[in-house]
């Protein structure tokens, strides 16, 4: 199975906020890196953050990181117990209509590397959710 679902997308009026969901089923996220996309219409996937799932290991546990984009307004963040990520998206323009994907990987390079220098290849990826809809208000 290994499945992801996203959920929480909707319409919002720009300068609003939302908060993202991803729900993993047939695995444990906190054994791989997570992350959240974003595909806007005629444009290529883009890598919003991503969060560590077993980085404890390596004494940094929980490490996050953030695109240019959205580093200041956007909050990743997990519960373990329910094997769920969330991303809270604030100050939401017109342009950031897309669909927000979440993926998982357990590598430790493929999700951090795309997130970091903004080429996705979703090849790479072990996982990925269909997407939620964000949509902002005209």
């Known amino acids: 199975q290994l499945q992801l679902v996203e959920s929480g997308g909707g319409l919002v009026q720009p300068g609003g906020s939302l908060r993202l969901s991803c729900t993993a089923s047939g695995f444990t996220l906190d054994s791989y890196y997570i992350g959240w996309f974003r595909q806007a219409p005629g444009k290529e996937r883009e890598g919003l953050s991503y969060i560590e799932g077993l980085s404890y290991i390596n004494n940094r546990d929980g490490t996050t990181y953030y695109s240019n984009s959205v580093e200041g307004r956007f909050t990743i963040s997990s519960d373990r117990a329910k094997n769920m990520v969330y991303l809270k998206m604030n100050s939401l323009q017109h342009e950031e209509t897309a669909v927000y994907y979440c993926?998982?990987?357990?590598?430790?390079?493929?999700?951090?590397?795309?997130?970091?220098?903004?080429?996705?290849?979703?090849?790479?990826?072990?996982?990925w959710g269909q997407g939620t809809l964000v949509t902002l208000s005209s």
């Open positions: 993926a998982a990987e357990r590598h430790a390079s493929s999700i951090p590397i795309m997130v970091r220098s903004g080429v996705v290849d979703t090849r790479w990826i072990e996982h």
